[in-house]
């Protein structure tokens, strides 16, 4: 993940942090980290006052090789013993995509074979690693489910677990130029079905990209078209400590772009605050 900046030691990283005027953060150690390092990540958070708000894992247990299919269901596992360990706010990952790649389209994500898969997967992982003080979250995508606030619904009642939320991306939302030209109602509706389970958040911005089909771009917040002040409004009215992770930037600079923006709309939307 791109969101995790190279650092050489865990208090590098939480200072690098800390000292840009961040409060929240992804968890950078991985499942191969020991308990040392594990822990060192967490003191330096806490040392940083930063809320650890996620945990990726980014692995379909679906691979198509049953040696792959098994790793990855491990890797899974461990990851969110280990967000529950250090009390991220979530250990989030896609329902797992039917091919090879994880994040990739492919027709059979939509069966019906595929859904009761990732159903229970996702029971099989709470019932196995019993989290106590972490929520195992899935990421809205384009082309799986859930793709939607309507999908995932339905996916946390036929789960049925009181650890399984949401973890909420709203750029994901957008898999048509509908949802475009509608993204702030689009954006609202899903927030209202969706916000008890709400645990953690990505804060995005979007283009579409010239060409002739409809291409959505990420880009740096502030530079495309998402309305951020009904996002952080809606946001803040859930829970004003809501943490809000960007994603997806390559450089501090762009950080300290994207967070100097949100800052500002917080300041004319939060005077209070």
């Not at 992770?245 to 772009?257: A, G, K, Q, S």
Request: proline content about 5%.
């Amino acid at each position: 993940m791109t969101s995790i900046m190279p650092h050489e030691s865990p208090n590098q990283w939480a200072e690098d942090l800390a000292k840009r005027g961040f409060t929240a953060a992804y968890f950078p150690a991985k499942e191969t980290a020991s308990d040392r390092e594990i822990f060192a990540y967490e003191k330096a958070a806490k040392d940083h006052n930063l809320v650890i708000a996620e945990m990726g894992i980014w692995k379909t247990p679906f691979a198509q090789d049953s040696k792959e299919a098994e790793k990855s269901k491990n890797i899974c596992l461990r990851r969110l013993e280990i967000a529950d360990a250090v009390g991220a706010k979530c250990c989030v990952n896609v329902s797992g995509a039917a091919g090879e790649i994880w994040y990739a389209y492919y027709p059979e994500n939509y069966s019906e074979a595929t859904y009761w898969k990732n159903v229970e997967f996702v029971q099989w992982l709470l019932d196995t690693a019993k989290p106590k003080s972490t929520y195992y979250a899935l990421e809205i995508m384009p082309w799986m489910l859930p793709d939607s606030a309507e999908s995932y619904l339905k996916f946390l009642w036929d789960v049925n677990r009181d650890r399984f939320a949401v973890h909420f991306d709203p750029v994901n939302l957008i898999n048509s130029v509908e949802k475009v030209r509608h993204y702030g109602d689009m954006l609202e509706s899903a927030i209202i079905q969706m916000h008890p389970y709400i645990k953690s958040c990505h804060l995005k911005d979007f283009l579409l990209a010239d060409g002739y089909t409809p291409n959505v771009r990420e880009t740096i917040p502030g530079r495309g078209w998402a309305d951020l002040s009904r996002y952080l409004k809606l946001i803040h009215r859930l829970d004003p400590q809501m943490p809000m992770l960007f994603e997806h930037l390559h450089t501090w600079e762009d950080y300290e772009e994207a967070l100097a923006h949100v800052q500002q709309l917080e300041s004319r939307l939060f005077p209070q605050d």
